[in-house]
């Protein structure tokens, strides 16, 4: 199956800080999101971003699937930013998606 | 608000019992749901397929007689961990997509505890 590789594992960041998250993957794929998971759990979609680049407030997300790998930018990082970052990524069917690795940020005061 | 409710949040068990899971589309019908089991500082992993009206598809691995899903209807499909062990304790999610886009939306989450 698709390998989906994120990093770094671990991030610590002083607050207003900007930071690059990556997510390489083995193949190629028709659906790509990224998603913040908060301390209780919870999944929050950020982006739909199969392919381009969209911004939302703080964070951006750029696709280059040619190159099979996605990068999240946060800047201006608050502490409520804190928790784990995952990329999930499909392919045929773009409901099955893999989840990668994922990338732990903290943010401190 | 919430696009996919899940049930319950928290459960704790005794090692030997069934706990039933349930994950509700709101507001839209979801042919395809699908469940996630996330160990601690893991990622999430598929488990398994859920279609409504036929039988779950599992992925490698995954027990179907332990953990059965049922999708009796276009808004609910449940998950069964049957005869649990305090290895089964684990964070299980489910997810579906709007017909209308390709957005995955996610249920809250249940953490289930085997004690």
């Known amino acids: 199956g698709i390998q989906v590789e994120q990093s770094p594992p671990d991030l610590i960041l002083q607050e207003g800080a900007n930071s690059t998250l990556r997510c390489n993957f083995s193949?190629?794929?028709?659906?790509l999101q990224w998603f913040h998971q908060n301390p209780w759990g919870q999944l929050i979609n950020l982006f739909y971003?199969?392919?381009g680049t969209k911004q939302n407030g703080r964070l951006s997300a750029t696709t280059v699937a040619t190159e099979r790998y996605s990068l999240l930018y946060i800047s201006s990082s608050q502490t409520t930013d804190s928790g784990v970052y995952f990329c999930?990524?499909?392919?045929?069917?773009?409901?099955?998606?893999?989840f990668g690795t994922g990338t732990k940020l903290q943010v401190i005061p | 608000g919430a696009v996919v409710s899940q049930h319950p949040s928290w459960v704790i068990c005794k090692s030997g019992t069934s706990v039933k899971i349930e994950c509700r589309s709101l507001?839209?019908?979801?042919?395809?749901m699908f469940w996630y089991r996330q160990f601690p500082k893991q990622s999430l992993m598929l488990m398994a397929t859920?279609?409504?009206?036929?039988?779950?598809?599992?992925e490698q691995g995954v027990e179907k007689d332990k953990f059965l899903i049922n999708h009796a209807s276009l808004t609910l499909s449940t998950l069964t961990v049957t005869s649990a062990h305090p290895e089964d304790s684990s964070f299980y999610i489910c997810?579906?997509?709007?017909?209308?886009?390709?957005?995955?939306?996610f249920g809250e989450g249940s953490w289930l505890t085997v004690v």
């Open positions: 999930a990524v499909g392919s045929g069917g773009y409901q099955k998606v893999t």
């Open positions: 997810s579906a997509v709007l017909n209308s886009g390709n957005t995955i939306y």
């Open positions: 507001d839209f019908q979801a042919t395809t």
């Open positions: 971003i199969p392919s």
């Open positions: 193949d190629s794929v028709n659906n």
């Open positions: 859920s279609n409504e009206g036929s039988k779950a598809t599992y």
